[in-house]
């Protein structure tokens, strides 16, 4: 392990929070960036702390979770807490590698399974041989799902923030058509690729989804054209346009999640019923969409490496992982289970079933997840850790309780 690197100063940080970089030298010489709590030692002992992991989402970083770490840090007999920036985000970078992250980089970085792989090091590297309670939101939950199926005995807890998580899905692709002609077949949006999105495009208006978007050359060029000050305005947009403070996050079920298989057609008129930054009009971008929408007043860095998580995403697995994806399909979480988010986060519905897959098919396991655990907060949008830190840190440490005592 290597901490070489210069450590970064952020602004609004507490000085309780530090930042660092470790290099993971069995990931390539990965230098991730982290940022990390430990207890206040004037009220905790010096022994040592469980390892509590946050992950974050797009377009996220580890900075995210600053009003999170301490007071978790504090809880308890106390915590060390890391965020770390995960690869292709912020601070984080592969040795030897382009500073630039570019369309053209293979994806088999990229897939989720080694984004595991990379989370299972950091572990490593921070000299645990296991974690209290691992977090994720948006694609860290997603992230987090992946990690604790694939390796229960390191994650001893976890929490799905925004985004529920359906499982591990195997590795076919596009099967929808050969399958069960136009049903969806309880399939994520994201592994219907082709099917939804000539869906979507024959609807009038015609749409399309978000995260194939996010998946094309185009979508970082648009983002960045305009520079730096058209990047803050369209990263000021989105994250209002997100949050609980905008008027049209009234979040609630599609019809199609009461029905056990919709149609791809079915599914597409719903998810037109979306806001636009998850179904977007055919022909525009998504700084078009959040220019007729939102506000714009973010001073914040463009994820660039974050858009090659969709491309992966919506694109065939490496052929190393396909046997590994398939050993994984349909086994569920062992370990107890939290899910939080902010009531008017569009993301708990925007994939119809998945909040009843997640809770009675995908949690049922030996920890299973508890009515109690699954947590809407009021007023909330879908950057709940930064839009209700306060109410958020009580969840966490009210389920860490629970996990503690059992």
């Keep these: 392990m290597n901490t070489t690197l210069a450590p970064v100063k952020l602004p609004d940080l507490p000085p309780q929070i530090s930042s660092r970089y470790i290099t993971l030298s069995d990931r390539d010489g990965l230098n991730v960036h982290i940022l990390e709590a430990l207890p206040d030692t004037t009220n905790h002992s010096s022994t040592p702390y469980h390892l509590i992991l946050l992950l974050h989402g797009f377009p996220e970083l580890a900075y995210s979770w600053r009003k999170v770490l301490v007071p978790v840090a504090n809880a308890h ?201 998850y179904v977007m009009p055919l022909h525009e971008s998504m700084p078009d969409v959040i220019a007729r929408h939102g506000r714009m007043d973010a001073r914040v860095k463009w994820p660039s490496g974050g858009l090659n998580y969709y491309r992966s995403a919506l694109s065939p697995p490496p052929p190393e992982r396909v046997a590994q994806l398939r050993a994984l399909a349909g086994r569920r979480v062992e370990v107890p289970a939290a899910f939080i988010s902010g009531a008017r986060d569009w993301g708990v519905y925007q994939t119809p079933g998945a909040v009843r897959k997640m809770r009675e098919v995908v949690c049922s396991g030996a920890g299973g997840m508890q009515e109690e655990d699954f947590v809407l907060i009021e007023g909330a949008g879908h950057w709940v850790q930064q839009e209700a830190s306060e109410i958020l840190v009580r969840e966490l440490v009210r389920f860490l309780g629970k996990v503690k005592a059992l």
């Design 77 to 277: 007999q106390g915590y060390h807490v890391v965020a770390p920036d995960l690869r292709g985000f912020g601070r984080t970078t592969s040795s030897g590698s382009a500073s630039q992250v570019q369309y053209e980089d293979a994806l088999s970085s990229y897939h989720i399974l080694n984004i595991v792989e990379d989370v299972c090091s950091l572990v490593r590297a921070l000299g645990y041989s296991s974690v209290a309670m691992l977090v994720g939101h948006d694609f860290g939950s997603h992230l987090a799902g992946h990690c604790v199926v694939a390796h229960p005995e390191l994650f001893k807890s976890v929490v799905f923030m925004s985004v529920p998580f359906g499982g591990v899905s195997g590795p076919s692709w596009s099967q929808a058509s050969s399958e069960g002609g136009d049903k969806a077949q309880e399939r994520s949006i994201a592994s219907l690729g082709a099917d939804i999105s000539t869906a979507l495009a024959a609807l009038q208006p015609p749409r399309k989804y978000y995260m194939a978007y996010f998946s094309t050359r185009s979508a970082n060029t648009d983002m960045l054209c305009g520079g730096e000050k058209s990047l803050y305005d369209f990263l000021g947009g989105y994250f209002y346009m997100k949050s609980g403070n905008w008027d049209g996050n009234d979040a609630q079920p599609l019809p199609s999640s009461f029905s056990p298989l919709p149609s791809i057609s079915e599914l597409a008129t719903d998810l037109a019923t979306l806001p636009e930054y």
